[in-house]
């Protein structure tokens, strides 16, 4: 609904070779390992999102992948399978208050046309049938569906008998974090996904404080000093390695490691690909104030951008000291202070509760106590860092 790059290929799946998909990439690893590649090689190696000509470069060759994908693979291949960003939003969308579901399934039962799914649609590029293999009355969570509506519109002008009830596909009341609470395991693929955009997230929101920073930054700083690297692109890899990928991994695996010493006996695959999605509420709590510190810290910003649309000549007027921004209220960052501490602990409570539900579906009441430190150490790593920052200063 909102994506540019679904419409571009889309448009190249029309006229490509519609190709099925094989199986590496439906197994998911394809979006995991682009993923990878946009952290560790982009952000860490070449700092992307520190130059606009590199953001440009990087943007223009997410479009050259998804017309590549288009070009190659049958229907939306690239949204569902390739781009890192529907893959998170699927996983955030757990928590959503609404999801794209049916009206009535017995409709759809009924129903002689099938347009959602048929086969003569699915290169339309607007009333389209569904392009990422989903039957809309068989949907049941928001991680796998893209929201393009395709299927919404063909229901409502394929009919091969015209029924008032139809459109049936619509939005739907679910509850917040209903799809969170079905516990739907995470996949390997995902799990390693999740895993590193925990890291992630923990050098988001610690990057914000200098103090913090400079803890983040100790343990890397410990491998590249001794090493006496000068080549910002393997200093910054291996910064990623670490804040990415050893940082998280210790978390996720101390609940494991104390649950097992008191008697626990589910193995760590099931660990991971189970008591990983506890790990998601905090994450997007995070990223949420990520979100919330960026867009704040941008006020004094304001009341310049007509002025100069570019924004380079107000630039240049305030490193020249021209223009001096204006502070903060102390009532903005007041509201914002307990803005950040309440979304961290709504994500820390989700957790708990996850937690709780996975203790009981995998009998583990007692030994499986230790798996609440997941809320409680990894919430901690944002929520004490956030208070001692905001409320201590």
Not at 255 to 273: C, E, H, M, N
Request: glycine letters at 6%; aromatic letters at 14%.
């Amino acid at each position: 609904m909102v994506c540019p790059v679904e419409i571009i290929t889309t448009f190249f799946a029309k006229i490509g070779l519609k190709r099925k998909r094989p199986s590496w990439l439906l197994s998911g690893w394809a979006i995991t390992v682009f993923y990878i590649m946009i952290l560790f090689v982009g952000i860490q190696g070449f700092a992307i999102h520190r130059n606009p000509f590199f953001m440009a470069i990087y943007l223009l060759a997410i479009v050259g992948v998804s017309i590549l994908v288009g070009s190659i693979y049958e229907k939306n291949t690239f949204c569902r399978y390739v781009c890192p960003v529907g893959y998170l939003l699927g996983l955030y969308s757990r928590l959503a208050f609404f999801g794209y579901r049916v009206k009535n399934k017995s409709l759809c039962d009924t129903c002689k046309d099938k347009s959602c799914i048929h086969k003569k649609y699915q290169y339309n590029l607007n009333f389209k049938s569904c392009g990422v293999d989903l039957y809309p009355a068989n949907i049941t969570d928001n991680s796998e569906c893209i929201l393009c509506a395709g299927c919404l519109k063909t229901c409502g002008k394929y009919q091969s008998e015209p029924n008032a009830n139809r459109p049936n596909p619509q939005f739907n009341r679910i509850g917040f974090a209903n799809d969170l609470f079905r516990l739907k395991p995470l996949k390997m693929a995902e799990m390693v996904f999740v895993l590193v955009v925990s890291g992630f997230v923990i050098s988001e929101i610690w990057s914000e404080w200098t103090v913090t920073n400079k803890l983040l930054n100790y343990f890397p700083n410990m491998i590249i000093k001794p090493m006496a690297l000068n080549n910002k692109f393997l200093t910054g890899f291996i910064k990623g390695s670490v804040i990415f990928t050893i940082i998280p991994l210790i978390i996720w695996l101390l609940p494991f490691v104390i649950s097992r010493l008191t008697g626990a006996t589910l193995k760590i695959k099931d660990y991971f690909l189970n008591y990983g999605i506890a790990f998601v509420p905090i994450i997007a709590a995070a990223h949420l104030d990520k979100a919330i510190l960026k867009s704040t810290s941008r006020i004094p910003y304001f009341e310049h951008l007509f002025d100069d649309v570019s924004g380079i000549s107000t630039a240049q007027k305030i490193i020249d000291g021209q223009i001096v921004l204006q502070q903060i209220p102390f009532w903005v960052n007041f509201v914002v202070s307990i803005l950040l501490a309440l979304v961290i602990v709504v994500g820390v409570w989700l957790s708990f509760n996850v937690v709780k539900r996975l203790n009981q579906k995998q009998e583990l009441e007692k030994t499986g106590n230790p798996h609440y430190l997941i809320p409680i150490i990894y919430g901690s790593t944002f929520l004490i860092m956030i208070l001692v920052w905001r409320w201590s200063l």
